[in-house]
């Protein structure tokens, strides 16, 4: 079945650090993929998404490219700060299927 | 300002009862869910209805129950057939329609079984 990967946390990173978290996805036709971002004691939202091969999702400085030759759809940042703490899911989806599959989580701490 | 209203956010129960979890949204959003959040696995589905009246099980709908008999509506019950109720449930909604991709989700609510 369909399965999202992401690299295991936790990230520990210094304010400014570049940031990239990875994902990749098994699936067998042509997902829409997306990072949703949960902030300490709250619920999740969307961070980014992108619908196609070699889209690119982008906000708040977060940006992550559809790759469909390697499957994957990293998330990086080029200088992170301290608000930027948070666990990130990746997590596809195909047009017209309820079913949103999530990977595990990375939960990213920024010190100042 | 339009969302979704999950309650209560911690909850405690004692083996062998029942509890609901409540999930109400005013987005006019057709499709609402439910996901349960353990460390470490992620967000699994746990029921979804797409319109009033009509609800699907998810991944891991045993132990749980739910309804729709309003729009704005969609509680969870977590029943005693329940093995290991302890777990962070987040509800959310969407908007079913070409283009409309995004979930919006509650703040959680927090169960712990005592």
């Known amino acids: 079945g369909d399965s999202v990967t992401q690299m295991e946390g936790p990230v520990t990173l210094s304010e400014e650090a570049c940031l990239t978290i990875?994902?990749?996805?098994?699936?067998?036709?042509?997902?829409?993929l997306f990072w949703y971002v949960q902030y300490p004691g709250e619920g999740l939202q969307l961070l980014l998404k992108a619908t196609k091969a070699d889209d690119k999702g982008s906000n708040k400085g977060f940006e992550a490219t559809y790759r469909k030759e390697t499957t994957s759809f990293h998330l990086e940042k080029g200088s992170v700060q301290v608000s930027d703490s948070a666990v990130y899911f990746c997590a596809l989806r195909y047009f017209g299927n309820e079913k949103l599959t999530f990977g595990t989580g990375t939960r990213l701490t920024i010190i100042p | 300002d339009g969302g979704i209203t999950q309650s209560p956010k911690y909850l405690f129960r004692k083996e062998g009862q029942n509890v609901t979890l409540s999930c109400e949204q005013n987005?006019?959003?057709?499709?609402m869910y439910w996901y349960r959040q353990d460390p470490g696995q992620g967000l699994r589905l746990i029921y979804y209805?797409?319109?009033?009246?009509?609800?699907q099980k998810g991944d891991i709908a045993e132990g749980y129950s739910v309804s729709r008999e309003k729009k704005e509506s969609f509680p969870l019950t977590v029943t005693s057939a329940q093995k290991n109720p302890t777990a962070f449930y987040l509800c959310?909604?969407?908007?079913?329609?070409?283009?409309?991709?995004?979930?919006?989700f509650g703040e959680g609510s927090r169960l712990t079984v005592l």
């Open positions: 990875n994902c990749t996805y098994t699936a067998t036709g042509y997902p829409s």
């Open positions: 987005l006019n959003h057709d499709a």
């Open positions: 959310a909604s969407r908007n079913p329609g070409r283009g409309v991709e995004e979930l919006f």
């Open positions: 209805s797409q319109i009033v009246n009509d609800f």
